[in-house]
């Protein structure tokens, strides 16, 4: 696959027109090209977003969420509007971001709604407006998701400061949907100061996860076994906090002996940040101990990353990690929908499976109909 999008980018990597090195030509483009109906859907949304209203944030996540060819451009012309406008919120601040964006991710039965949810119900009675992306998993056979978040967080979903939005994860890489970013960039123009990112923990997800936030928080609980063999080495790489949860009750003697343990492995992980060392609490959804304890070790994250500008870089970095995602992901969709590739696809996937043919091969051949019969 890694073979085939290297190769794909080579092919698409041509000349740009004129008109694409100016930033603002395509935005342009697509607002000559409104209709009325269309210019005064996006003025209602955009308005409406701005004034904090969560009707009409609901309505532009779904907008980005479509796979709808023109509702797809409506949406990047609104997402444009409101990067705009938080441009210049974050201008007035120093520029200075005005939210900050945290992932959770962690394994099934770790509590991550529950910690989710008194978590967000601390910070709305804090006076902060709380956003809860929560990225269901998707079947891949039905393509049918759980969307239960609402359910298991019924206090916060009632909380008019709070807000929730289930999103399936459609099959995309580690159940981060592609539109999960350009959700982020809805809520913070919503008004939303803290952002909260849950994702399925299975898989890829937390690396998808990581390149999208500020902050990535792995929560685990205090299950028996060989705990620090079941999380990838890779993801506690990337973790700015651990949170053993469940610490209470029967629990509690084994939350402080993973705690212990994470401790001692951090120390050996090389650091991600030259401002910040990853830090391993404790904390139960169920008794709130540790919850307050929890948000402060997350504001001296911010404060210190931001203090020393790491925060705005990793910002900076990640969008272009997503662009490239992006380009990727678009890519091989075209490629796809060839009529050469789709020609030849079944009858080469069906030597493949036989063994009469190699998968390189099979991708070369397909690559060279593609490039022949592309203008």
Request: proline share 5%; with cysteine; charged share 25%.
């Amino acid at each position: 696959m890694r073979r085939l999008g290297v190769s794909l980018l080579r092919l698409f990597c041509r000349p740009p027109s004129s008109c694409l090195l100016h930033s603002s030509a395509p935005v342009s483009q697509h607002i000559q090209d409104l209709s009325g109906p269309e210019h005064r859907l996006l003025d209602r949304l955009y308005e409406g977003l701005i004034c904090g209203q969560r009707a009409s944030l609901a309505e532009s996540i779904t907008l980005v969420e479509t796979q709808h060819p023109r509702k797809k451009e409506l949406a990047q012309v609104l997402l444009q509007k409101v990067l705009g406008f938080r441009r210049k919120q974050e201008s007035s601040n120093g520029g200075k971001p005005v939210a900050f964006r945290v992932g959770l991710s962690g394994p099934p039965g770790a509590g991550k709604s529950s910690f989710i949810e008194v978590v967000g119900k601390m910070l709305t009675g804090r006076g902060h407006k709380v956003a809860v992306l929560a990225v269901d998993p998707s079947s891949c056979t039905t393509g049918g998701s759980l969307l239960g978040d609402k359910t298991r967080m019924t206090e916060l979903s009632r909380d008019m400061n709070a807000f929730i939005r289930p999103s399936p994860a459609s099959g995309t890489l580690g159940g981060v949907t592609r539109t999960t970013n350009e959700a982020i960039v809805l809520c913070e123009g919503a008004g939303y100061d803290v952002v909260l990112v849950e994702t399925v923990g299975v898989g890829q997800s937390e690396f998808a996860v990581a390149d999208m936030v500020d902050m990535f928080v792995l929560l685990i609980p205090p299950a028996g076994g060989d705990e620090l063999q079941g999380i990838k080495r890779g993801i506690i790489e990337r973790a700015d906090l651990v949170v053993v949860t469940k610490s209470d009750g029967d629990l509690l003697v084994p939350a402080r002996r993973i705690q212990a343990e994470y401790t001692s492995a951090l120390k050996l992980l090389r650091r991600q940040s030259r401002s910040w060392n990853p830090k391993v609490v404790r904390a139960s959804a169920h008794t709130l101990d540790g919850i307050t304890e929890v948000w402060a070790k997350m504001e001296a994250y911010r404060d210190a990353m931001l203090s020393s500008g790491e925060l705005q870089g990793r910002r900076r970095a990640q969008q272009k990690v997503w662009m490239w995602s992006l380009i990727q992901e678009n890519v091989l969709l075209h490629f796809q929908n060839h009529p050469a590739v789709r020609e030849a696809l079944p009858r080469l996937e069906q030597k493949v499976t036989r063994g009469v043919v190699s998968p390189g091969l099979a991708a070369d051949l397909l690559l060279k109909a593609f490039s022949e019969s592309s203008p």
